[in-house]
C-alpha cells in the first residue's frame, strides 16, 4: 500500500525557512517522478516542483530560486527546502506520486 506522510509545516516569518519532509513507504519513491503540491486558502490545487528519476528537478515560476526539491533513495524520504518564504507561499503542502498524497503539512508564513 502506498503511503506519503509530510511533516515540517510550521508558522514563519517572511524571509524565514522552513524543511518538509515525505516519508514514503510502499513503493521506491527514487523509482518514480515526485511532486510537491500546495494548496493555498481558497484555492485550488498548484504544482510546485518535481524530481525526476535521473535527479532532473523542475519548479514552478514562483518559487524558483528559492525552493529546493531533493530524495533520500536510502530512507525513502522526499524534501523540500524552502527559503526566503513569503506570505503568498501560505499553503497545505503535499507530496506525490502519480494519484497518491499524503495528508498535507500546513505551512504559515507570517509576521
Known amino acids: 500500500e502506498v503511503q506519503l506522510v509530510e511533516s515540517g509545516g510550521g508558522l514563519v516569518q517572511p524571509g524565514g525557512s522552513l524543511r518538509l519532509s515525505c516519508a514514503a513507504s510502499?513503493?521506491?519513491?527514487?523509482?518514480?517522478?515526485m511532486n510537491w503540491l500546495r494548496q493555498g486558502p481558497g484555492k485550488g490545487f498548484e504544482w510546485v516542483s518535481t524530481?525526476?528519476?535521473?535527479?532532473?528537478?523542475r519548479y514552478t515560476d514562483s518559487v524558483q530560486g528559492r525552493f529546493t526539491i531533493s530524495r533520500d533513495s536510502a530512507r525513502n524520504f522526499l524534501y523540500l527546502q524552502m527559503n526566503n518564504l513569503k506570505p503568498e507561499d501560505t499553503a497545505l503542502y503535499f507530496c506525490?506520486?502519480?494519484?497518491?498524497r499524503g495528508q498535507g503539512t500546513q505551512v504559515t508564513v507570517s509576521s
Open positions: 524530481i525526476y528519476v535521473d535527479g532532473d528537478t
Open positions: 506525490a506520486e502519480g494519484p497518491h
Open positions: 510502499g513503493f521506491r519513491l527514487s523509482n518514480f517522478p
